[in-house]
């Protein structure tokens, strides 16, 4: 079965720094790769996905993230954060077989101090 | 523009009641997910629905029932069996493919009196 592990529960960082939030995955094969973020009160909005070719991925707002298939990880990085950056940030996974559902981490939320 | 929306951003369930959220989408997609999310626990699925008059359970369907009787609708019924229903409720939608990415609602967030 899948699942997606986000180690880091709260992450702060001043804002202009760079910024790199870790997902790592359990899956028999290589899975489909999301990153979503969830403003408070709002729905998530999809940053990026990766499905297949390059590994690493650009996605909106200035974020990407890199596919290592022998670390089972997905990391969503930005080189300078901004302040509306603040938010929380969730991994997810998609099977190719089966079932058309995502696997989501229990998310990262992020401050950016001024 | 297309979306999804969800209706009411707030709820009130008194015990002992049932209470039905609304989920519509214009987005001409064939699925639809109803998710519960819980500080800390991230996304649990619900229920989802890969065509119309046809769903499956999620990971936690006790205590909610669904219908889907037209492809832009997806209404979640949580009941008075749900114990713990105080959560955030998410619906999404997407084509019917686990590669085609999800587009989500805001929410609707549900307490109990």
């Known amino acids: 079965a899948q699942s997606v592990t986000q180690p880091d529960i709260h992450i702060t960082v001043s804002e202009g720094a760079s910024l790199e939030l870790r997902c790592n995955y359990s899956?028999?094969?290589?899975?489909?790769l999301f990153w979503y973020v969830q403003s408070p009160g709002q729905g998530l909005q999809l940053l990026l996905k990766?499905?297949?070719?390059?590994?690493l991925v650009q996605g909106i707002k200035g974020f990407e993230a890199e596919f290592k298939r022998s670390q089972s990880s997905f990391n969503l990085r930005k080189p300078s954060v901004h302040w509306s950056d603040a938010a929380e940030y969730f991994c997810?996974?998609?099977?190719?077989?089966?079932?058309?559902?995502?696997?989501f981490g229990t998310g990262t939320r992020l401050t950016v101090i001024p | 523009d297309g979306g999804i929306t969800q209706s009411p951003k707030y709820l009130f369930r008194k015990e002992g009641q049932n209470v039905t959220l609304s989920c519509e989408q214009n987005?001409?997609?064939?699925?639809m997910y109803w998710y519960r999310q819980d500080p800390g626990q991230g996304l649990r699925l619900i229920y989802y629905?890969?065509?119309?008059?046809?769903?499956q359970k999620g990971d936690i369907a006790e205590g909610y029932s669904v219908s889907r009787e037209k492809k832009e609708s997806f209404p979640l019924t949580v009941t008075s069996a749900q114990k713990n229903p105080t959560a955030f409720y998410l619906c999404?939608?997407?084509?019917?493919?686990?590669?085609?990415?999800?587009?989500f609602g805001d929410g609707t967030r549900l307490s109990i009196l």
């Open positions: 987005l001409n997609h064939d699925a």
């Open positions: 999404a939608s997407n084509l019917g493919q686990s590669n085609q990415p999800q587009h």
């Open positions: 899956y028999g094969a290589t899975p489909y």
């Open positions: 629905s890969q065509i119309v008059n046809d769903f």
């Open positions: 997810a996974v998609g099977a190719r077989t089966g079932a058309n559902n995502l696997f």
């Open positions: 990766y499905f297949s070719g390059d590994t």
